[in-house]
């Protein structure tokens, strides 16, 4: 069974631009997390999304968004980057029936030149 | 004060050693505790997943909850260098809308 993917692997901006990041969950899984692992920070909770709709947001500005598809894939969008928001960004995902258990995908590491 | 303390470490052991990894927490809402193990530039795999207080054994991990004292652990036991990662507690409860609350992890060294 396959895990959860994500994509890029590597992606490299420079201040003021945009980012998007993308994800696919588990086979059969329905709700998306996404956290952020910056230096020194720990994994911090960024946006949950669950049968497309966006369930609950983490202490992040408004310009880290995000949407979910009619097939639980879902993607992140950072506006207006600044070079404090280079960090591992996570994907994780759960069925619903066991919402605690997340899976994590292997991340996108984000540099903001 | 943060919601789960974690000491980062890092900790250095010979390859055999039992080795016990610890986090408290203040919120008496978690129920939900579970252990990660994160490799160097890799995402985090779950090891072990506890609801509630007690014991729980999986091959060579065992994971302990005591919800009284706020405090869980993570023993792992004949270590091996393959085990040489980051380790992270997380945990949540029914109100937490689907977050995770992480520590900052244990980087834990096995040497052979």
């Known amino acids: 069974e396959a895990g959860v993917t994500q994509s890029p692997t590597h992606l490299i901006k420079t201040r003021g631009q945009q980012a998007t990041l993308r994800c696919s969950p588990i086979?059969?899984?329905?709700?998306v997390y996404w956290y952020q692992q910056a230096l020194g920070l720990g994994l911090q909770f960024l946006l949950w999304?669950?049968?497309?709709?966006?369930?609950n947001r983490g202490n992040f500005p408004p310009r880290f968004s995000g949407r979910q598809f009619p097939n639980y894939s879902s993607e992140l969008n950072v506006n207006a980057l600044e070079l404090e928001d280079s960090a591992l960004y996570l994907c994780?995902?759960?069925?619903?029936?066991?919402?605690?258990?997340?899976?994590f995908g292997p991340g996108t590491r984000l540099t903001v030149l | 004060q943060k919601e789960v303390e974690q000491d980062p470490g890092p900790l250095s052991v010979p390859e055999g050693a039992i080795v016990s990894l610890n986090c408290t927490y203040s919120n008496s809402a978690f129920q939900y505790f579970m252990w990660y193990r994160q490799y160097s530039r890799k995402g985090p795999e779950l090891l072990m997943y506890?609801?509630?207080?007690g014991n729980k054994e999986d091959g060579r991990f065992t994971a302990q909850v005591d919800k009284s004292s706020k405090y869980i652990s993570l023993f792992i036991r004949d270590s091996q260098p393959s085990d040489s990662a980051t380790y992270l507690c997380?945990?949540?409860?029914?109100?937490?809308?689907?977050?995770?609350?992480f520590g900052q992890g244990t980087e834990l060294s096995v040497k052979p």
């Open positions: 997380a945990m949540s409860g029914g109100n937490q809308g689907g977050k995770l609350i």
């Open positions: 999304y669950d049968e497309g709709e966006e369930r």
């Open positions: 506890t609801y509630s207080s």
């Open positions: 994780a995902s759960s069925s619903w029936a066991w919402a605690d258990t997340q899976y």
């Open positions: 086979s059969g899984h329905t709700s």
